[in-house]
């Protein structure tokens, strides 16, 4: 499995919605995502991808595309198709 | 549902029970969860968005709080309450004596930032003495879990209960994690999470983590501790009392006063069954405290891991001199 789709995955599985959802959202786009949903989804991807994220990490993840600029500028992840 | 025990953690007390509200929520049709102008505070936003017939913000009026939801309660439903323990336990209480002990309606009180966690605001919301004011009414069930998992399963096990329950929540964001998701909740039955012959701990809320530390500085120190997460403190557990009777001393270790908490509960059990042992209650002492935040507070009160081993240790130590 790629990380990028293991990284959806965790979007889909999470909060129950499509792959064409996922690459859309943003914070608070869908009930699911609130305050917390918000820390279940950055526990649900630091497992994924065993790190440990920080809290300026953690509180500017605001969207599927910036959670994918945190991870691989960040954490060094790669989340190319 | 499942849950993540690091996000439990993140979203301490408050966040814990909006995710388990959820559950509830979905489970019954007959459940309705009121708070004195708390929505965000007890986590109940979603659940104020997904279920609006079942959620009611009576602002900030807990007497009204628990009227309410003891009339909604007296029709056959379940009523969850929620606002700080500090208010649950005084600024309602004669609400809570007529309607939860007296009437023994189905209404489940949720007290959070029970203990210190808010200390920076003052003595007004520390709550050091709920415990003691549930203990003093009749047929309230008194819940005090210690982590976020326990909080899920205290709250669905107290929905399950047809009767009055008071549940003490401590701690706050980052609360440190005692189980994972394999957990052995029963009310009325403590959880033993350490063996040792020599000294057993009686802890309950956000001290069972602390106790634990306390007890591994000990064994490295050649003092054998047994650690029983006291989960309910009513109905007390007796009988895993009596399991641990050939320990030397017994500790009890709370987020509350020292007078009426979880080590005179301890004392009254021995009572009860004409027992006597030596009983180290370490807790808040009865004193006004100043502002502080919650950490520098518990430092204050000597309520962390390496200073709990130290107050035993000097305890122990001593006790064992007197004897020989």
Redo the contacts between chains.
């Keep these: 499995m790629s990380n990028k789709v293991k990284y959806t995955k965790v979007f889909t599985d999470l909060f129950n919605i499509s792959e064409d959802q996922a690459v859309n959202l943003k914070y608070q786009d869908i009930?699911?995502w609130?305050?917390?949903?918000h820390?279940?989804l950055?526990?649900?991807i630091?497992?994924a991808f065993d790190i440990a994220m920080g809290t300026e990490d953690i509180v500017n993840f605001n969207s599927y595309e910036t959670g994918i600029k945190i991870l691989s500028e960040n954490y060094g992840i790669s989340l190319s198709d | 549902m499942t849950y993540?025990v690091?996000?439990l953690s993140?979203?301490g007390p408050s966040?814990v029970f909006?995710?388990v509200a959820m559950e509830l929520g979905e489970q019954y049709d007959n459940i309705g969860i009121f708070t004195a102008d708390l929505r965000h505070f007890s986590?109940l936003?979603?659940f104020g968005?997904?279920f609006p017939d079942k959620f009611f913000n009576v602002g900030i009026a807990e007497q009204n709080l628990i009227g309410v939801a003891a009339g909604f309660a007296s029709e056959g439903n379940i009523a969850f309450a929620t606002t700080y323990a500090s208010f649950a336990s005084m600024r309602c209480l004669d609400q809570v004596f007529m309607n939860m002990a007296y009437m023994n309606l189905n209404v489940k009180l949720v007290g959070f930032a029970a203990g210190l966690s808010t200390g920076i605001l003052g003595p007004t919301h520390m709550s050091i003495n709920d415990m003691a004011i549930f203990r003093s009414l009749p047929n309230i069930t008194i819940l005090s879990p210690a982590d976020g998992m326990e909080i899920v399963e205290a709250v669905k096990a107290a929905a399950e209960i047809n009767g009055p329950v008071y549940i003490r929540l401590t701690g706050a964001l980052d609360n440190p994690v005692v189980y994972d998701n394999d957990i052995d909740y029963v009310i009325g039955k403590a959880n033993k999470l350490h063996t040792g012959d020599d000294i057993t701990i009686f802890s309950t809320g956000t001290m069972v983590y602390e106790s634990l530390k306390a007890s591994e500085i000990l064994s490295k120190e050649g003092i054998g501790v047994s650690v029983y997460d006291v989960h309910t403190i009513r109905p007390f557990d007796t009988e895993s009392m009596i399991d641990t009777m050939d320990a030397k001393l017994f500790v009890t270790v709370e987020e509350h006063g020292i007078a009426g908490g979880l080590g005179d509960t301890v004392l009254c059990a021995l009572n009860e069954i004409g027992e006597k042992k030596q009983v180290l209650k370490i807790g808040i002492p009865c004193e006004w405290s100043h502002s502080a935040d919650y950490s520098a507070l518990k430092e204050k009160y000597d309520l962390v891991g390496d200073r709990i081993a130290n107050t035993i240790h000097e305890q122990y130590v001593n006790m064992r001199k007197e004897i020989l």
């Design positions: 009930i699911e609130d305050s917390v949903g820390m279940d950055i526990s649900e630091e497992d | 993540n690091k996000s993140r979203l966040g909006g995710k986590g936003d979603r968005t997904v």
